[in-house]
């Protein structure tokens, strides 16, 4: 039971790191290079739409990632449980 939480722990920390570099980045990116700061599409300053749009398909993906991989985890687990 130690491994499997162990595991599940793991993969959490690993999307959690993930999604802090990614949205820790943005508003650096924003800072740092004032083209990327100054820029629109549309009229829509090229930051709001990142933030707006484009932050959540990066959360789905990695919420789709962490259930794939927990379930997977869990399935490793039983198996392993049940041949003994």
């Known amino acids: 039971m130690a491994s499997l939480i162990r595991s599940q722990l793991r993969l959490a920390l690993l999307v959690i790191a993930v999604l802090g570099v990614v949205v820790a980045a943005l508003p650096a990116l924003f800072t740092l290079v004032p083209g990327v ?3 629109a599409i549309g009229g829509v300053p090229l ?3 990142v ?3 484009l ?3 990066l959360l789905l993906g990695l919420g789709w990632f962490y259930v ?3 379930e997977r985890t869990e399935h490793d687990f039983s198996d392993l449980v049940e041949r003994d």
């Open 68 to 70: 794939r991989q927990a």
């Open 37 to 39: 700061r100054e820029a």
């Open 55 to 57: 932050v959540y398909p």
């Open 47 to 49: 930051p709001w739409i």
């Open 51 to 53: 933030l707006g749009f």
